[in-house]
């Protein structure tokens, strides 16, 4: 999922995400292992980061004007806020915890699933992953064909140009117009 998101933005885009990522990925790691503290797994941490960098990325129109360092703090913003919600999920199942000793022993697992999923099963959950393909499918097959060109077959602007005889500047775009109809349509159904 998070290369598909990175997917939708232009390469410019592309590459400033990835030197915010590579800048300042560990010490958000760092900062959201602080924010959750010692009894939480080191792994939820990552987990919040990577959901606050797919964050940036699904609104990134929004975002984009920003400086590296409006980003930076943005990034920290959204990790904090990932964190508290994590406390917020933690406190309702430790409350609802009392009331599990009703639950059969076999349905404990699913219900704990259920009241406190992790920030990975949110950001690769199979309604995601069936919500992308979807959107995928509604574009015009010009555009489809060369974003799963660029996605599934890793072809570079030239390779893809050469395949479908058409220009570089054409493929660009295609890929352009493809990835803004990708991010409007996953906001709208966001929205929905």
Known sequence: MFAILLMTLSDEEQNRVRILWQENGSALVQYARKELGASVSPDVAEDIVSEAFAQLMTHYERYGSRTDAQMKGLLFRIVRNLCMDAHRRRKRSSAVSSDAEFIPDEEKDSFALIMDPSP?????????????????????????????????EEMTDGEIAKELHITKHIVQQRLARARKAVRIKWEAEEHE
């Open 120 to 152: 990975e099963d949110l950001l690769i959950s199979e309604e995601n992953i069936r919500r992308m393909k979807a959107i995928f499918r509604s574009l015009s097959p010009a555009l489809r064909e060369v974003l799963e060109m660029k996605l599934n």
